[in-house]
C-alpha cells in the first residue's frame, strides 16, 4: 500500500460543521434501528454498511476510509475484545460442561435462597469487577449467573444477568485501576486514594439501584430464557463433577493474577518496585487480562478436563464448538466499533464538545453534560471521558478546588461517558448478544439501565460536591 495513502487521513480536515455532522449521526443511528428491526437483515451487515455509508457522508478521504477507518476501528476493537471473549467463553464453557457452574449454582441458592440469589450474585460480581475489566469480568461470570438461573427455573434472565452485569458496568466506570477513572483523574490532577474512595461510596448505591432493582423491574416485563452460550447440560450433568471450591478457586486466579499487575503498577507509581526491573515486568505480564485468562483457561483444561478423565480429542472439540458459538459476538462487536470508529474519525466528537464547552456551565455539570453529549455522539465511553477531561482540566486547575471536589468532578465525567449505550457503542452489542436480545429489548433494558447508572451516580457525586463545597 503507497504510503500517501495510509498517511491521507493525517493530511484531512474536516469541513462539516456540527450541525450537519450530528444530523448524520443521526441518521446514521436511525438506519441502524430501522435496518435490524424492521428489516431484520442481521447485525453484522447493517453495521458494517452503515459504517460505509457514514464515512463517505462525512467526508472522510476516501482513500483511507477502507484501511485506516473501518478496518482499523474494527481491528483495534476486536484487539481489546475478541481475544477475552474467546478464553472468557473456553473457561465458562468448561466451568458448565464439567457440571462446575451446577454445583456452584446449588452452592449459591443453598446459602442465600432463591429470594436473595440475584442480590448475592451481584454482590459477587462487585467483588470480582474490582481488578477485571467489564468485558472479561461478564463473560467469566455468565456461565454461574445463568447456571443460577436455570435452577431456580423460570422466565428470568435478566433479574440474574443484569444484576451481575451491571456490578461489572459500575466498577469499570467509576473505581480505579480501571483506565476511566484513572485517565481523568491525571486529567483533573486528582488524588486517586480520594477517587477510590469516593467510587466506593458511588459504586454500591448505584449498583443496587441502576442494577438489582432494574433488573427485577425489567425482568417482570421482559421474561426471557437463559440461552444455550455454554450448552445446556442441567439435564446430563457428568457422574464427578468438580468441588464447589475447585470452581472458586478456578473463578479466583484471573482475579488474583490481574490483581498482581495492577498491584505491582501501583506499588511501582509509588516508588516502591522499579518497573524497569525484569522480573517485574516479567510478573505484570501475566497480570495482563489476555494473559490471566489464557493461563485460567489451560489450567481450566487440566483441572476440569484431563484431571477428570476427559480425552484430549474431547476437549479439543468442546473448545471449538465454544469458539464456534461466540463468533457472531466477537464479530458484531468489532462491527460495533468500527461504527464508532468512523464517527470518532469523522470529527463529530470533536465538533460537539466545541459547541458544549462555550455553554458557561458551573465545572461539575460542564463534565457531566459534556461527556453525555460524547458518548450519545460516538460511542466510546474512554474517548468521551478522556476528551471531557481534556476540556475541563484548565478550568479545574484554575479554581481552586479542594481534594474531595475534584475526585467529584472526575467521577461526574466518568458518569457521563456511560450514559446511554447505544448501537454506536461495542459494549452494547455484546450484553444483547451474550444475553440473547434483540436490538429492540437491549434498547429498552440495557440503554436504560446505563441511562439509570449515570444519573444516580452523577446526584451521588453532585451532592459530595455540594456538602464539601458548604463546608
Not at 503507497?2 to 487521513?9: L, R
Not at 444455550?228 to 450433568?237: N, S
Not at 439509570?452 to 453532585?462: D, E, G, N, R, T
Request: aromatic share 8%.
Amino acid at each position: 500500500m503507497p504510503d500517501d495513502v495510509w498517511g491521507a487521513m493525517e493530511d484531512w480536515t474536516q469541513t462539516l460543521g456540527a450541525g450537519p455532522l450530528l444530523a448524520i449521526a443521526a441518521a446514521a443511528v436511525a438506519l441502524i434501528l430501522f435496518l435490524v428491526i424492521t428489516v431484520k437483515l442481521h447485525a453484522f451487515l447493517v453495521l458494517v454498511l452503515v459504517s460505509l455509508l457514514t464515512a463517505i457522508a462525512t467526508g472522510l478521504p476516501l482513500n483511507a476510509l477502507v484501511n485506516e477507518v473501518l478496518v482499523s476501528s474494527f481491528g483495534g476493537t476486536l484487539g481489546s475484545v475478541a481475544l477475552l471473549i474467546g478464553l472468557g467463553a473456553i473457561i465458562g464453557r468448561l466451568i458448565e460442561s464439567s457440571g462446575g457452574a451446577k454445583v456452584l449454582a446449588d452452592r449459591m441458592v443453598g446459602l442465600f435462597g432463591e429470594r436473595r440469589a440475584a442480590f448475592a450474585l451481584g454482590l459477587t460480581s462487585l467483588v470480582l469487577g474490582f481488578p477485571i475489566f467489564f468485558d472479561a469480568g461478564l463473560i467469566v461470570m455468565l456461565p454461574i449467573i445463568f447456571a443460577v438461573a436455570r435452577r431456580i427455573g423460570g422466565n428470568n434472565l435478566l433479574l440474574y444477568g443484569f444484576s451481575g452485569a451491571a456490578a461489572f458496568s459500575v466498577m469499570h466506570v467509576f473505581l480505579p485501576p480501571h483506565p476511566g477513572p484513572v485517565a481523568a483523574g491525571e486529567f483533573f490532577g486528582a488524588d486517586l486514594g480520594m477517587v477510590m474512595l469516593l467510587g466506593i461510596t458511588v459504586v454500591i448505591p448505584t449498583w443496587y439501584v441502576s442494577g438489582y432493582l432494574w433488573a427485577r423491574f425489567v425482568n417482570a416485563r421482559f421474561p426471557m430464557v437463559v440461552p444455550a452460550l455454554f450448552g445446556m447440560t442441567d439435564e446430563d450433568q457428568p457422574a464427578n463433577p468438580p468441588r464447589v471450591s475447585t470452581v472458586v478457586m478456578i473463578l479466583l486466579l484471573p482475579l488474583a493474577l490481574i490483581f498482581l499487575n495492577t498491584g505491582l503498577n501501583t506499588l511501582g507509581s509509588g516508588g516502591v518496585v522499579d518497573r524497569d526491573e525484569t522480573w517485574v515486568q516479567a510478573l505484570m505480564l501475566i497480570g495482563t487480562s489476555p494473559v490471566a485468562l489464557l493461563i485460567t483457561a489451560l489450567v481450566a483444561l487440566l483441572v476440569l478436563g484431563r484431571f477428570r478423565g476427559e480425552t484430549g480429542s474431547a476437549l479439543e472439540k468442546l473448545v471449538d464448538g465454544t469458539l464456534g458459538t461466540v463468533s457472531s459476538v466477537i464479530l458484531i462487536t468489532g462491527a460495533g466499533g468500527m461504527f464508532g470508529g468512523v464517527l470518532r474519525a469523522s470529527g463529530i466528537g470533536d465538533a460537539l464538545s466545541e459547541s458544549l464547552s462555550d455553554l458557561g456551565l458551573p465545572v461539575i455539570f460542564a463534565a457531566y453534560l459534556i461527556a453525555v453529549a460524547l458518548r450519545v455522539a460516538q460511542g466510546s465511553a474512554t474517548v468521551a471521558l478522556v476528551t471531557t477531561a481534556g476540556l475541563v482540566a484548565p478550568a479545574v486547575s484554575a479554581s481552586g478546588f479542594s481534594p474531595m471536589q475534584v475526585a467529584a468532578i472526575t467521577l461526574a465525567a466518568a458518569a457521563g461517558s456511560v450514559f446511554a449505550s447505544h448501537v454506536n457503542d461495542s459494549g452494547f452489542w455484546l450484553v444483547g448478544r451474550l444475553m440473547g436480545m434483540d436490538v429492540k429489548t437491549t434498547l429498552k433494558t440495557w440503554t436504560v439501565q446505563q441511562s439509570i447508572q449515570s444519573v444516580v451516580a452523577f446526584l451521588i457525586v453532585l451532592a459530595v460536591y455540594s456538602v464539601v463545597g458548604v463546608a
